[in-house]
């Protein structure tokens, strides 16, 4: 999964969550014009990305894994 923006917002948190909940990945990136999150290690299936500044603000997408 690629994380795109224009501006530097910083340090994020990213978490992917299971449908039922679990956690399953968690990292800490210095945002800047491009970063990859490795979903290789998933199977197919629904997921949640979760995403937390150094503010405190959050943001949950749903995404499909083919």
Do not use: P
């Amino acid at each position: 999964m690629v994380l795109n923006d224009t501006k530097d917002i910083g340090k994020l948190k990213t978490q992917i969550y299971s449908t039922e909940g679990k956690l399953l990945n968690t990292q800490h990136i210095n945002f800047n014009k491009q970063n990859l999150i490795d979903l290789s290690n998933l199977s197919s299936g629904i997921y949640f990305l979760n995403i937390e500044d150094e503010e405190g603000n959050t943001e949950t997408k749903k995404f499909f894994k083919e």
